[in-house]
């Protein structure tokens, strides 16, 4: 049998949100980012990016709410309205 040493101690606080490129948290309600179109990939067979997603699924985590819009020149513009 091991004879393991048992320490007193408790692990470090996670930040609480995760890095992203994106700033989703710093954005107050009645805010947007445009993404330029260079930036915007949309992976084939899907109708929308992943930057699109991601945005949903925070807002989701965090109790937020983003609409995205398409631009003519292909950037997209993600507001927060909650």
Not at 28 to 34: F, N, R, W
């Amino acid at each position: 049998m091991f004879d393991f040493e048992i320490k007193k101690g408790r692990p470090k606080q996670k930040n609480a949100f995760r890095k992203s490129k994106y700033p989703w948290s710093r954005m107050p309600v009645g805010t947007y980012i445009e993404v330029p179109a260079k930036l915007v990939t949309v992976t084939k067979g899907r109708r929308y990016c992943s930057l699109v997603s991601g945005a949903t699924s925070f807002g989701r985590r965090h109790g937020m709410k983003f609409v995205s819009q398409s631009q003519d020149s292909g950037a997209i513009k993600i507001f927060r309205v909650k």
